[in-house]
């Protein structure tokens, strides 16, 4: 079951992972050309982006300064460098939440793990035309 963040209906946090993972199951199984997480993109973001890129295409969506809370942490251990680990932004029809974490491995920078979107569904009918969407773009989980 997809669950989408509306009044009641459970995160799609859960949902992204199950379809990430889906993904990466497709790809291990089969030599068929399949749902490939690292190509497919989330409002232009895509996983592996650095902090510069995501904050470039989120500026260019009218997401910006304000728009964009960060949350940093020590980049290695015992390191007094800090790095991004967390941008959250509210967007015109829900909140996005973007996690760093392992390297990017041209530059070195923390790179995007993680893309969450929770939609918002508050007129009736919305969440199930957000459900049948999302499947028919990136196929069950």
Request: positive net charge.
């Amino acid at each position: 079951m997809l669950g989408f963040a509306s009044h009641g209906a459970r995160d799609v946090t859960r949902t992204w992972t199950r379809l990430l993972a889906a993904g990466g199951m497709l790809l291990a199984v089969s030599s068929a050309v399949a749902f490939d997480p690292l190509k497919t993109d989330i409002l232009h973001l895509r996983l592996g982006m650095t902090e510069a890129d995501v904050v470039a295409i989120l500026a260019r969506q009218g997401i910006a300064g304000a728009g964009l809370q960060r949350e940093v942490r020590a980049c290695a251990r015992h390191s007094p460098a800090l790095c991004v680990a967390l941008i959250q932004a509210r967007t015109g029809d829900g909140r996005l939440t973007i996690s760093f974490g392992s390297a990017n491995v041209e530059t070195g920078q923390p790179a995007v793990v993680a893309i969450h979107y929770w939609l918002d569904g508050r007129q009736p009918g919305e969440p199930a035309m957000i459900r049948t969407s999302v499947l028919d773009r990136f196929g069950p989980p």
